[in-house]
């Protein structure tokens, strides 16, 4: 199985300039625990903000969210890989890298997005088809 059959093309973002506040707001209407942060411009890369780095930055070292920026405390550049990537190799990665999130980008674009819970799931899923064989 590729990437590109569990990944999830709905992906929540947020500029690098917004601050923690509106993403706090972003993350609760999309009803997400982080959001891709955009690219400022063609070069760059993106990055990934998640309730952890909220948590340290502002719980942890006592930031304050209306003067933090996403791009602040934003992991940065997040673990890419490509839609045909094996799962299996992606597992490998995050497992290496002690990630739960990775973007999927192709052509320097963003094309989805993949958790932890989706390649588990994947697992779930072909553990169920074979078991009704």
Same mark, same amino acid.
């Given at each position: 199985?590729?990437?590109?059959?569990?990944?999830?093309?709905?992906?929540?973002?947020?500029?690098?300039?917004?601050?923690?506040?509106?993403?706090?707001?972003?993350?609760?209407?999309?009803?997400?625990?982080?959001?891709? *942060?955009?690219?400022?411009?063609?070069? =760059?890369?993106?990055? !990934?903000?998640?309730?952890?780095? #909220?948590?340290?930055? @502002?719980?942890?070292?006592?930031?304050?969210?209306?003067?933090?920026?996403?791009?602040?405390?934003?992991?940065?550049?997040?673990?890419?890989?490509?839609?045909?990537?094996?799962?299996?190799?992606?597992?490998?990665?995050?497992?290496?890298?002690? *990630?739960?999130?990775?973007?999927?980008? =192709?052509?320097?674009? !963003?094309?989805?997005?993949?958790? #932890?819970?989706?390649? @588990?799931?994947?697992?779930?899923?072909?553990?169920?088809?074979?078991?009704?064989?």
């Amino acid at each position: 199985m590729l990437v590109a059959g569990i990944m999830k093309t709905d992906v929540a973002t947020i500029s690098p300039l917004a601050t923690v506040r509106e993403a706090l707001l972003q993350m609760k209407e999309h009803g997400v625990k982080s959001l891709v *942060v955009e690219k400022r411009h063609a070069g =760059d890369a993106h990055g !990934l903000i998640a309730y952890r780095d #909220i948590a340290k930055a @502002v719980i942890a070292d006592d930031g304050d969210i209306d003067l933090l920026n996403v791009y602040d405390i934003a992991q940065k550049p997040a673990l890419q890989v490509s839609q045909h990537l094996e799962v299996r190799y992606l597992a490998r990665l995050m497992i290496q890298y002690s *990630v739960k999130r990775v973007l999927v980008i =192709d052509n320097n674009e !963003l094309q989805g997005f993949v958790s #932890i819970t989706d390649v @588990v799931g994947s697992l779930m899923d072909r553990a169920l088809r074979e078991q009704g064989r």
